[in-house]
């Protein structure tokens, strides 16, 4: 038999043939029919790749994606594999080039989808961006045994990953309800938030915000939908009449677009969130008129003002024809961080978690100085305008604010000013929607609003000119001067004295579930020190309008693994109780998350929905070493006893920090002292012994004692005097 030598797609050709005859003849039973589904798709897969003659080249490497060839995860990786193809490609331990290869493959049956990446032999894998999708393929990806990127923000999903290989590659949901609460609170300037659930899988997210919000030192009112009565008519009519600051929206898109329609349809003209606004299931549902200023929170936006993000922008819609999304982003990200992992040696997936510092499309992203799993903490705040864009805002790291891009997308269209005359002082409302008060305090209520560009005379003052008055609807309007814009002469404006301060009135709130329902609300403290004894204390709330009997709170703290649980004789409903975990911690050093479980043993009958946020607490914080000294230093020269053994380890001349008795270096890869730790210290790479003034602008600096003690120190400020400020903390 003569030997014929087939093209790479003949053969392709011909092994569907043979294999379509094989599995024709062998008759399956119908219980065997997903089997050889699967096998079909095996080999047509391999038999693909088999048609690429480089395939076989050993200078290829394959990182796998789930999702759709046109999908934004897709997308994303192929741009960044031909970056780092254009550029030489990927460099392996011993200097070796590899040429990045991304194999896709549909999300639709994740059996198939997870056999086709084991057959490409992938060396990490993204995606899929469904969270249903998943959880359902997460032990399968496990079993991988590669490095998992997920842009899947739900809190508690890294916490059901036992290989230590999945990560995330956006800021978890917690992060985000931080960065939002932020910018709320601080920025807008709101002081009563409600919030709108439309259903309990939403819980945990509204848990999130409201611990979120506790923390920047505002509370929240929650009005709940009854999944049984499909009326938001009466939760519209309720906010329309109460006036909030701002409404943060939970649930859905569907849903979420008919209550946002509601609210607007029954009068509430203020500030509404929703961070799926930019989701087809709502943009179709809310005209594009009635969308401008709803806030989204977001890992990132294509609005965003850096460099980095202009020309990814730029070279994404040159590639695709498309405007990159978040997904976009963080799987371009993804890629990075497996590129710079891959040159290390040692395990890769551990490669990636002990990164720092590394410059991405979302921002520095910072595996090593997060949480096992977490590689960002980058969040941007953004604005829809008038043409339904998400315009950014605000650009948070954690709860810091790194970029205040604009207060308000309204700002980037200038106002017409009106014209100061003799005998007036005028201003321009500069938010969408700025909140008129009754008087010159948050505490306040809210008697209207009024919307950008409005004008109007100021008729009086506050003494100091913090709070301006206007004539609103027949009665003395209060503004804050600081969110407005005001011109003409305010020597011609009364000083007008404020009325008494109001008694606040009881927040009304749709009835809640007439069970118990147990959640926790806050843990602390975010850092523990190991090798001693701890007392973690918890803050568990029965919402329910039912007593809670005998129930147990539990988790498994890290790092060390170590199970610790208190037992609770009931909790009566409405009521709240702080219980001590107590716990000897010890292990490495850094940032730990795990689950606080109310409820332990499911002893408390609280339904579906109440069941459901029993799980829903992750509890953030930091393992360290016990600390022999720390504080706040200031001044234009001087020495400080860091270890306490009587000698001066550090002094400050006015115009360098110089080590006396030790070693000191610059930690770049971390922005402040909270987040560094014993073990993330380097007594190898602290080799200076002084440091000029021209490197110490918001430096944070390793140190090394000679007697082997570390330390971390952290410039807070120089003066142009020689004053410095910095802060520090010595371990034993």
């Given at each position: 038999m003569s030997s014929i030598l087939l093209s790479p797609l003949a053969n392709v050709r011909r092994g569907l043939v043979i294999l379509r005859e094989r599995v024709s003849s062998s008759r399956p039973r119908r219980a065997a029919v997903r089997g050889v589904s699967v096998q079909i798709a095996i080999m047509v897969f391999a038999l693909l790749l088999m048609a690429n003659p480089s395939a076989k080249a050993q200078s290829i490497v394959r990182i796998g994606v789930i999702d759709r060839?046109?999908?934004?995860?897709?997308?994303?990786?192929?741009?960044?594999?031909?970056?780092?193809?254009?550029?030489?490609g990927l460099t392996g331990v011993n200097g070796a080039r590899f040429e990045i290869v991304v194999a896709v493959t549909s999300p639709d049956n994740i059996d198939i989808a997870t056999a086709n990446m084991?057959?490409?032999?992938?060396?990490?894998?993204?995606?899929?961006?469904?969270?249903?999708?998943?959880?359902?393929?997460?032990?399968?990806?496990?079993?991988?045994?590669?490095?998992?990127?997920?842009?899947?923000?739900?809190?508690?999903?890294?916490?059901?990953?036992?290989?230590?290989?999945?990560?995330?590659?956006?800021?978890?949901?917690?992060?985000?309800?931080?960065?939002?609460?932020?910018?709320?609170?601080q920025s807008y300037g709101a002081s009563r938030i409600t919030t709108i659930q439309l259903d309990a899988g939403s819980t945990?997210?509204?848990?999130?915000?409201a611990s979120a919000l506790s923390e920047v030192g505002a509370g929240l009112s929650n009005l709940l939908h009854d999944d049984a009565d499909n009326?938001?008519?009466?939760?519209?009519?309720?906010?329309?009449?109460?006036?909030?600051?701002?409404?943060?929206?939970?649930?859905?898109?569907?849903?979420?677009?008919?209550?946002?329609?509601?609210?607007?349809?029954?009068?509430?003209?203020?500030?509404?969130?929703?961070?799926?606004?930019?989701?087809?299931?709502?943009?179709?549902?809310?005209?594009?008129?009635?969308?401008?200023?709803?806030?989204?929170?977001?890992?990132?936006?294509?609005?965003?003002?850096?460099?980095?993000?202009?020309?990814?922008?730029?070279?994404?819609a040159n590639a695709f024809g498309a405007v990159p999304d978040a997904d976009s982003a963080a799987s371009y990200d993804a890629v990075g961080l497996l590129a710079e992992a891959y040159r290390r040696p040692g395990s890769l997936a551990d490669n990636i978690a002990g990164l720092r510092r590394f410059d991405g499309?979302?921002?520095?992203?910072?595996?090593?100085?997060?949480?096992?799993?977490?590689?960002?903490?980058?969040?941007?705040?953004?604005?829809?305008?008038?043409?339904?864009?998400?315009?950014?805002?605000?650009?948070?790291?954690?709860?810091?604010?790194?970029?205040?891009?604009?207060?308000?997308?309204?700002?980037?269209?200038?106002?017409?000013?009106?014209?100061?005359?003799?005998?007036?002082?005028?201003?321009?409302?500069?938010?969408?929607?700025?909140?008129?008060?009754g008087g010159p305090r948050l505490n306040f209520d809210v008697i209207g609003q009024l919307a950008r560009g409005t004008q109007a005379r100021v008729i009086g003052a506050t003494a100091d000119f913090s709070w301006l008055v206007i004539d609103f609807r027949g009665q003395w309007g209060w503004l804050a001067a600081y969110l407005v814009d005001a011109v003409g002469n305010r020597n011609l404006v009364p000083i007008i004295l404020p009325p008494p301060t109001p008694t606040p009135p009881a927040t009304a709130t749709v009835a809640p579930p007439s069970l118990a329902d147990l959640v926790i609300l806050n843990v602390y403290p975010g850092r523990v020190t190991l090798d001693q004894q701890m007392i973690v204390n918890v803050t568990v709330a029965n919402q329910g309008l039912a007593p809670a009997g005998p129930f147990a709170i539990a988790t498994s703290f890290q790092p060390g693994g170590r199970y610790a649980a208190v037992n609770l004789p009931g909790l009566a409903a409405r009521q709240q109780a702080t219980v001590q975990l107590q716990h000897n911690f010890n292990g490495q050093t850094g940032p730990q998350s795990v689950i606080i479980v109310a409820d332990l043993n499911d002893e408390v009958f609280e339904g579906d929905a109440g069941e459901a946020n029993n799980r829903s607490y992750a509890y953030n914080y930091i393992a360290d070493r016990e600390v022999i000294n720390s504080g706040t230093w200031t001044g234009s020269s001087g020495s400080l006893d860091l270890d306490r053994n009587g000698n001066a380890d550090l002094s400050w001349s006015g115009s360098a920090l110089v080590a006396l008795n030790g070693?000191?270096?610059?930690?770049?890869?971390?922005?402040?002292?909270?987040?560094?730790?014993?073990?993330?210290?380097?007594?190898?790479?602290?080799?200076?012994?002084?440091?000029?003034?021209?490197?110490?602008?918001?430096?944070?600096?390793?140190?090394?004692?000679?007697?082997?003690?570390?330390?971390?120190?952290?410039?807070?400020?120089?003066?142009?005097?020689?004053?410095?400020t910095m802060s520090y903390r010595m371990y034993r």
């Open positions: 060839m046109d999908g934004s995860i897709a997308r994303g990786a192929q741009l960044a594999a031909k970056h780092i193809n254009d550029t030489g084991r057959q490409a032999d992938v060396i990490a894998v993204l995606g899929p961006g469904s969270p249903d999708a998943l959880l359902t393929a997460l032990p399968t990806l496990q079993d991988l045994g590669v490095p998992v990127f997920t842009t899947v923000p739900n809190d508690t999903l890294l916490l059901q990953d036992t290989s230590g290989r999945v990560f995330r590659s956006v800021a978890q949901e917690l992060v985000q309800s931080r960065a939002l609460a932020t910018y709320l609170v945990s997210s509204l848990i999130g915000f009326d938001l008519d009466a939760i519209a009519d309720q906010i329309a009449a109460r006036q909030p600051d701002a409404v943060v929206i939970y649930g859905p898109p569907l849903l979420a677009a008919q209550s946002y329609n509601q609210l607007r349809s029954a009068g509430f003209p203020g500030l509404v969130s929703y961070s799926q606004a930019m989701d087809p299931s709502f943009t179709d549902i809310v005209p594009t008129d009635s969308m401008p200023g709803i806030l989204i929170a977001t890992p990132w936006s294509f609005t965003s003002s850096d460099a980095i993000s202009q020309q990814f922008v730029l070279e994404y499309v979302q921002g520095s992203l910072s595996p090593g100085n997060l949480p096992r799993g977490e590689t960002s903490a980058n969040v941007m705040i953004a604005e829809i305008n008038e043409f339904g864009t998400a315009n950014a805002v605000a650009s948070y790291r954690g709860t810091t604010l790194s970029t205040a891009i604009r207060t308000s997308v309204a700002t980037a269209t200038p106002t017409a000013q009106p014209s100061p005359t003799a005998s007036g002082y005028h201003l321009t409302i500069r938010s969408t929607y700025q909140n008129i008060r070693s000191m270096y610059l930690m770049n890869d971390f922005s402040a002292i909270d987040d560094a730790h014993h073990d993330a210290i380097r007594p190898d790479l602290a080799n200076a012994s002084a440091y000029d003034a021209s490197l110490l602008h918001n430096a944070l600096i390793g140190f090394l004692s000679s007697e082997g003690r570390r330390g971390v120190i952290q410039v807070l400020g120089t003066g142009d005097d020689g004053a410095l």
